[in-house]
């Protein structure tokens, strides 16, 4: 069965998270934690909240929970969410920036993105506004509320603040050296200057090559940066011939870890686990800990 672009099925949220699917039921059947929806024929099926769900499961119990802790954790929105009055600020930062967008006012824009900036860390401003911001302008694209200038206006905008920022990065990392870049066709660069920046504030070492990368180029790119890994990004539903052929020649060819971030990782996850590559989904946090798991 192919994924629909909103909900998934339990195989793939399997691979996407490292929780085998006996252990899904189980937190379904027994805990409550988890409401899939189900086919005519009672297959399970995840959204993207479920996905994020679990995320949020893991991280609880690497901190120590039981699983029972887990529950109670999750219904009391302790360690999960910001308090009430956290999120009411990123509301209202979000709702600001997106003023300035809809008004193309590059220096309101400025001044809200530079005031979060000098109050947060890179990695939070990233997980409580950017990220929400994306998806609520592409959420308004897809309503016709918003506009493709609109959209580009922000992207370019991102793209020459998350570049500037990635180029003045701290030079010393000791960490496994990555290999970034967009899958073939994939244009849109914010998500992979995104875990660019949250990898490097995480020790690693990047080499970012940056959209629309031939895939045969990267073994012999790979060898000379001497990479530990090579990570892609992407939003676009790739060519059959890059998911059955390209993919699978890559990893043979680099003889290194592939690993593929963003949307396309979520829809199409079997498909890279049988070409050898590894997917990480979208979330940038949740992604890191898979990846960091598979080099250790």
Same mark, same amino acid.
């Given at each position: 069965?192919?994924? @629909?672009? /909103?909900?998934? $099925? ?18 379904? &059947?027994? /805990?409550?934690?988890?409401? +899939?929806?189900? @086919?005519?024929?009672? *297959?399970?099926?995840? %959204? ?7 995320? =949020? ?22 360690? @999960? *969410? ?13 709702? &600001? ?14 001044? @809200? ?7 947060? +860390? ?9 990220? $929400? ?25 991102? =793209? ?7 180029? /003045? ?9 990555? #290999? ?7 244009? *849109? ?18 080499? #970012? ?23 892609? %990004?992407?939003?676009?539903? +790739? ?25 396309? %990782? ?22 890191? =800990? ?7």
């Amino acid at each position: 069965m192919e994924p @629909t672009r /909103h909900l998934v $099925p339990i195989r793939t949220v399997s691979q996407l998270t490292g929780v085998n699917p006996v252990t899904l039921r189980a937190w379904e &059947r027994r /805990h409550g934690l988890i409401r +899939p929806r189900r @086919t005519p024929k009672g *297959h399970r099926l995840y %959204s993207r909240d479920d996905i994020d769900l679990i995320h =949020r499961i893991l991280s609880l119990l690497d901190r120590g929970m039981s699983i029972g802790q887990v529950r109670h954790a999750l219904e009391a929105d302790e360690g @999960t *969410h910001q308090d009430t009055a956290a999120s009411d600020n990123w509301a209202v930062y979000q709702s &600001r920036m997106l003023s300035a967008i809809t008004r193309f006012d590059e220096g309101a824009l400025d001044e @809200t993105y530079n005031e979060v900036l000098a109050l947060y +860390p890179v990695s939070v401003v990233t997980q409580y506004l950017i990220v $929400p911001l994306l998806e609520k302008i592409g959420r308004r694209w897809e309503a016709g509320e918003g506009t493709v200038a609109e959209e580009h206006f922000f992207g370019c905008y991102l =793209r020459n603040k998350l570049g500037a920022r990635f180029h /003045h990065r701290p030079r010393h990392a000791r960490g496994p050296r990555l #290999l970034l870049a967009c899958m073939p066709e994939e244009q *849109h660069e914010i998500g992979l200057l995104l875990f660019a920046l949250t990898a490097a504030g995480r020790g690693y070492d990047i080499v #970012l090559l940056g959209a629309n990368m031939p895939l045969e180029e990267l073994p012999n790119a790979a060898e000379q940066s001497r990479s530990d890994a090579i990570v892609l %990004s992407g939003s676009l539903k +790739p060519e059959s011939t890059v998911l059955d052929n390209d993919l699978p020649a890559l990893v043979r060819d680099a003889r290194l870890p592939v690993f593929v971030g963003g949307e396309c %990782s979520n829809w199409f996850a079997d498909r890279m686990a049988r070409a050898g590559v590894v997917p990480l989904g979208e979330d940038l946090e949740a992604g890191l =800990r898979k990846l960091g798991k598979h080099l250790e």
